[in-house]
């Protein structure tokens, strides 16, 4: 059976090939604990876990003893944002987010409002991105964090960091962002972007699955985190449990491929997503969702008019695998809530294609996919397969 044409890359990406050699010893001939510091099998680990450290820390403007490690961008936003509130309960009960947030954020905040907090989810612009007007109304005397994502997962938008960064600390209040998507595809610096928490993972960057970490500011202000995760005391006492380090290896390995290959993939990004949009847009009843090019530059989502979400997905999947969400509650038959934030209807929300283009797409394989899926759905409006 041929494989289809993979176009999920906000799902998740294959580990790159340089990415997995740079693992591998650290499996089987250096296999250390890092915690070990009477023998040189630890102190190979610690010196593996150090390097990459420093290159997540250059990578974001950190310094390296601000980065903890965490098992994926889910359990450090949950580190944040809980530990935040813990932390600084007595300050006050009041966090800040946005209604396009991924659900390892929206879900934390939710939780959280059963302890009694209260959660402003701030609505979004139709193109995505965050009304600046409207969240500089949001703040209050008892406001402690703000979380507003770098690039969301579905609709690529870029959100403007650095003005909510500066307004979060003329005011004196916590900024967290996940960088999940962002992290090794566009430039992030912590901070001219006065971001105090910031999540990571190395899975959305050609790197292994089960390995992210949280950036925690040190001074100007000093950042403090009630731990999630007890026994052992690791990462500062923030995070305990016994690093992995093959897995460490790899999302250090990812990201410098990333950087440094920034600039001349996203160029070949865009007009790879150009060229499928050329294609897309020339049916009627073909909406872009999100801003059109304050986005990551492998991300294209498109709703369709006239057609069944359901149908479309199934007429698509022979070709080309692609999702119609975050793969992250893609079990869920609700519409996106990203989507229906927008100001979409529930049928656009759920005929809506998100193409994630990545590092190992061809011009080939893009021409194809425009081709067959613009022939999809011409065949799905003529046989009047509609909700």
Not at 16 to 22: C, I, P
Not at 84 to 108: C, M, N, R, W
Not at 139 to 156: H, Q, Y
Not at 308 to 315: P, R, S, T, V
Request: glycine share 8%.
């Amino acid at each position: 059976m041929e494989r289809s044409i993979y176009l999920d890359s906000h799902s998740t990406t294959p580990v790159d090939e340089r990415v997995l050699a740079a693992m591998i010893p650290y499996f089987t001939e250096h296999f250390g604990n890092p915690s070990s510091i009477n023998h040189l099998y630890g102190w190979e680990a610690e010196a593996a876990v150090k390097q990459t450290r420093e290159i997540l820390a250059e990578a974001i403007n950190a310094a390296p003893e601000e980065i903890v490690f965490t098992s994926g961008a889910t359990e450090a936003n949950n580190l944040a944002i809980k530990g935040v509130a813990e932390a600084y309960f007595e300050k006050g009960q009041h966090i800040i987010t946005v209604a396009t947030e991924h659900s390892a954020v929206l879900d934390p905040c939710n939780y959280l409002k059963t302890l009694g907090f209260d959660i402003s989810i701030l609505p979004v612009k139709k193109d995505g991105i965050i009304d600046l007007n409207e969240f500089k109304k949001a703040f209050r005397p008892d406001t402690i964090l703000v979380s507003v994502m770098a690039a969301n997962n579905e609709i690529g938008v870029l959100q403007p960091l650095a003005e909510i960064g500066e307004m979060c600390r003329e005011r004196g209040v916590l900024f967290h962002s996940d960088a999940a998507q962002a992290i090794g595809k566009i430039p992030l610096d912590v901070q001219a972007m006065k971001v105090d928490l910031m999540s990571l993972t190395a899975h959305k960057v050609y790197g292994p699955k089960g390995i992210g970490a949280l950036y925690v500011r040190r001074r100007n202000p000093r950042v403090k985190l009630a731990p999630q995760q007890h026994g052992g005391g690791h990462e500062r006492g923030m995070r305990s449990g016994t690093l992995y380090t093959p897995q460490i290896v790899g999302f250090g390995k990812a990201v410098e491929l990333g950087l440094q290959y920034l600039e001349t993939e996203n160029q070949r990004l865009m007009e790879l997503r150009e060229t499928l949009w050329e294609k897309l847009s020339q049916l009627q009843g073909i909406h872009l969702n999100g801003h059109p090019t304050q986005r990551l530059a492998g991300n294209l989502n498109i709703s369709v008019e006239d057609v069944d979400g359901a149908a479309l997905l199934l007429g698509l999947q022979s070709v080309m695998a692609v999702s119609s969400g975050s793969a992250c509650s893609s079990v869920t038959t609700a519409p996106s809530h990203v989507l229906t934030a927008l100001g979409h209807s529930e049928q656009l929300a759920y005929a809506s294609i998100r193409f994630g283009i990545g590092r190992f797409n061809t011009v080939e394989e893009i021409e194809k996919v425009g081709k067959y899926a613009v022939s999809v759905i011409q065949s799905l409006r003529k046989t009047a397969i509609r909700i």
